[in-house]
């Protein structure tokens, strides 16, 4: 399983540089990948789980934040998710 994941994240290299240089919208201010989820959190949820942290997270970064101040989030945590592909 392990060698698996290692595999495929080798794979993906090329498709994530080509990605990273054509792709003009939005990243993760913390793992850097760009990401074509519209997501929002009302502010009250956002302030609890960011603290006064600025920029664009992807929903795998924000969960984890959310997770490690000891919310658990659902599906109507969030206002808006959507996938788009311009």
């Known amino acids: 399983m392990f060698f698996k994941r290692i595999v ?3 794979k993906n290299i090329p498709w994530f540089l080509y ?3 054509t792709w003009e919208y939005e990243s993760c201010k913390d ?3 760009t990401f074509r989820v519209l997501w929002a959190v009302d502010d009250k949820t956002w302030k609890f789980v960011m603290g006064n942290a600025e920029g664009c997270f992807c929903v795998a970064c924000f969960v984890k934040r959310a997770n490690k101040v000891g919310l658990t989030l659902t599906k109507e945590s969030f206002t808006i998710f959507e996938v788009f592909n311009p």
């Open 8 to 10: 495929r994240a080798i």
């Open 19 to 21: 990605e990273s240089w």
């Open 31 to 33: 793992c850097g990948k």
